[in-house]
């Protein structure tokens, strides 16, 4: 399950294990056809923590994290960032990515 998360939640949620965050708007297009993909992700990994964040409700979260375009998945490990996938990419190419670090 994808949790959509605060800004207050965020630094818990991501602390321990890994977590994989999609930073996404709901004006965003690409955003909206990876959000089907990002949900099957979460299916398949379900030792996984996936959340997304809301760039317009927490832009400060969105600068934090230099996220300069969308979408923006970001694998942490542990509270550090381990990958970045930037844009919209193939369902293949993000199940391979997360993979690494399940």
Known sequence: MVKELTNGEFEEFIKSG???ID????????CLMMAPVFDEMAEKFSEINFGK???DDD?????KYSIMSI???VIFKDGKEVERIVGQVAEEVLYEKISKFK
Not at 24 to 30: D, K, L, N
């Open 53 to 55: 964040i809301n760039i």
């Open 71 to 73: 979408p923006c998945i």
């Open 18 to 20: 890994t977590a994989v």
């Open 59 to 63: 832009p400060e979260l969105a600068e």
């Open 23 to 30: 930073f996404f708007a709901e004006w965003c297009m690409p």
